[in-house]
Structure formats: C-alpha cells, structure tokens
C-alpha cells in the first residue's frame, strides 16, 4: 500500500509555488500527496505533473476547494445536481492531465451541508445516477472515482460504510470505490474492523487519522485490529490527513481547535513510525 499525506498537513492552498512539497515528501518517506482542488485553486496541471512524477510521488485529487453555488449532486432541485455533475466532470479532467490515480472524497453530496429533515426516498438512487455518469467518465479519463463517508456533522447522505456500498451498489459501476476515514469512523460505526471487512473489494484506501484528528497513535482507536482488517483487502492506499493548526487562523476555519498539527512535516514522521510496523504485521 502507498503510504500518502494531505496537503493540508502543510498548506492552506495548492499552487505552483508550492511544488518543492513533492521532494519533501518523499524524503519523509511518503508515496503520494493529496491535492485539494477547485474553483479558487488555479495552477499549472502540467508542472504539478512533472515535479511529482520527477521527485517519485504519485497524486489523489479531491474537490477540496471552492464549489459552484448550490452543486450537489444529491440536491433537490435538477439545476444544482447539473452543476455538481459538471463540476466533477471538470476536476476528473483535471486529475487526468494530473497522472492522478484517483479522484475522491464526498463527491455524493455538498461536505458541510447536512439536512435536517429525513431524506427523500429518490436521494440515493438519483445520486447514484450522477455518480455512475462520473464513474464511466473518469474510466474512460484513466481516474478512479473514490467515495468517503463522512460523518453525520459533515454530510447527510452517506454516513457509514454500509450506506456507501448501498449507493455503489445502485451505481454499478465498476469503477467505483469506497476510501474510509478513522476519523468519521468514530461517530458512525462501533466495530472499526468489522465495517473496513465488511467493504471488501470495494476499499480503495484508507485515511488513518485519530479521534481528534490528530496523528495515529495513542488515542482512542483500536489500531492493530484496523491494520489487520486492512492487511485482508486488496486497499491500495494509507493516508494522513489533518490540518496544520500552526498556520494561523486555518485550523480553526476547518473546526479543528487544538493543537493536533502544529508542524506538518512532524506530524508525517511520527505518522509513518507507527504505521509502516502495523502494515508489516
């Protein structure tokens, strides 16, 4: 498995003078790098490209940055699920000019929009709709389209693995996939290994965070039982994903506020320490 580590970790925002993260990274030891896109994140695909491909480092993409007013793809009204379907169509473009392997995130709806009322019972299978378009987009672009669970304070509309498989399962595309957070898991789920089995298949990766999203280790998180639970999919990917709350006001915008980051670069070193031993197991 790759081991990978958001942007995030280090930086508010993507850009091109932000490239020399790719050699850094690897000489902490990482694999790959996930890239936070979207409208106000403008830079250069192709020299994002060559700097990774040239320092060993592979890319993941996710919708990270600003959205189109009111895209959903989950959403009510037609009009915002047509912008969310051109939105993504847009950045799986993008991942492709990239080399990504992989676009992904809540890509099924809009993360920090959560409806307080029971969903409509066409919710699901009309997202599904939009996502089995993406998916046989991004198969004929080279990407694979990754969806992540998020917990019930960040989306509405797929909160546990299981509901994840649901909505591949109305999606039927093989080129579909199920990436889940330790983080989210905490709230959602009592079984950590039992729900990471219970993807089969379908795991694409994982995001190893722990319950306050601080680096893994020494929290409250069953690691070893994960890790085997791990060890028995065909996941291709561990990622680190925080926020560097040593950058100013950024931790706090993204609701994190204590001290779980002060130094992106720390963070990564113990984060593989502990890692690494747990994939060997």
Known sequence: MKLGAHIYLWMERWSDAEVGLFDRARGL????????????????????RRTAEAAGISLLVGPGGAWPAGADLSDDDPENRRSALAFHTAIIDQAAELGALAYAGALY????KVLKRRPPADELPRTAEGLQTLAAHAQRAGVKLVVEPMSRFRSHVVNTPAQGLELLTLAAHPNLFLLLDTYHLVTEVRDYAAAIRSVGDRLWGLHACENDRGVPGGGLLPWPEIFAALRATRAEYVG?????TGLGDFGCRRGIFQNVCPDGDAFVRQAIAFTRPQLRA
């Open 29 to 48: 030891g990482l694999e790959a790098i996930e890239l936070s896109v979207g409208l106000d994140v403008p830079f250069s695909a192709a020299l994002t």
């Open 109 to 112: 709806g809009r993360p920090g």
């Open 240 to 244: 680190f994903e925080g926020y560097n």
